[in-house]
């Protein structure tokens, strides 16, 4: 959690970008009894619905959350955002504010997902950051480019990163170098400029 999580938390909020990590139940650990649509997703879905329902007191625009996720994560980041779920009326009769509030993200940053099957996109889709090396497993490099086609040609605003040389995991390190090293700044070049 320190290269895609931790190290990429502190880096967002040294420029002013609140940032939190979530740590999710884990469906394709060994001997988990977890699922991806029934815990981690669920998880994720909490997570960003926490945000919305404390962003006054934490001063964060309820209108600016997003989701990153690396891997895994990125997939799960990316389920999020096709999910767009609003609050449950559940939630009102069971005066749950968390479980009142939108999961769905105002923008998704996706870096080296597995990509989920079956993603649907509109023009109404949150904007995607995507990025990955050139040197990940084909499905995730190359899977990626055409996700980022398929966002394209639905009407979705998106940017995509694939550095040359570069394999999986490289996240936030110190050891990255060349222009992979430089990712996280062009990620938040490309929120300020989203901003609307």
Same mark, same amino acid.
């Given at each position: 959690?320190?290269?895609?999580?931790?190290?990429?938390?502190?880096?967002?909020?040294? !420029?002013?970008?609140?940032?939190?990590?979530?740590?999710?139940?884990?469906? !394709?650990?060994?001997?988990?009894?977890?699922?991806?649509?029934?815990?981690?997703?669920?998880?994720?879905?909490?997570?960003?619905?926490?945000? !919305? *329902?404390?962003?006054?007191?934490?001063?964060?625009?309820?209108?600016?959350?997003?989701?990153?996720?690396?891997?895994?994560?990125?997939?799960?980041?990316?389920?999020?955002?096709?999910?767009?779920?609003?609050?449950?009326?559940?939630?009102?009769?069971?005066?749950?504010?968390?479980?009142?509030? *939108? *999961?769905?993200?105002?923008?998704?940053?996706?870096?080296?997902?597995?990509?989920?099957?079956?993603?649907?996109?509109?023009?109404?889709?949150?904007?995607?950051?995507?990025?990955?090396?050139?040197?990940?497993?084909?499905?995730? *490099?190359?899977?990626?480019?055409?996700?980022?086609?398929?966002?394209?040609?639905?009407?979705?605003?998106?940017?995509?990163?694939?550095?040359?040389?570069?394999?999986?995991?490289?996240?936030?390190?110190?050891?990255?170098?060349?222009?992979?090293?430089?990712?996280?700044? !062009?990620?938040?070049?490309?929120?300020?400029?989203?901003?609307?």
């Amino acid at each position: 959690m320190d290269h895609e999580g931790y190290r990429v938390a502190e880096y967002l909020a040294a !420029r002013g970008i609140a940032a939190f990590v979530l740590k999710y139940r884990l469906a !394709r650990a060994k001997g988990s009894v977890y699922t991806i649509g029934g815990h981690a997703l669920p998880d994720l879905q909490r997570a960003i619905r926490l945000v !919305r *329902s404390e962003a006054a007191q934490w001063h964060i625009d309820p209108q600016r959350v997003g989701v990153m996720g690396f891997s895994a994560g990125g997939e799960l980041a990316a389920l999020a955002a096709a999910a767009s779920e609003a609050g449950t009326g559940a939630a009102a009769r069971a005066n749950d504010p968390v479980d009142r509030q *939108s *999961s769905r993200p105002n923008f998704q940053a996706l870096l080296y997902p597995a990509i989920p099957r079956g993603l649907t996109f509109s023009p109404q889709s949150p904007p995607a950051f995507l990025l990955a090396g050139s040197l990940d497993d084909p499905a995730i *490099s190359q899977g990626l480019a055409q996700l980022y086609l398929e966002m394209r040609r639905a009407g979705v605003r998106a940017e995509l990163h694939l550095y040359e040389g570069v394999g999986h995991g490289f996240g936030l390190r110190s050891s990255n170098a060349g222009p992979v090293a430089a990712w996280p700044q !062009r990620f938040v070049d490309w929120l300020e400029a989203s901003k609307p």
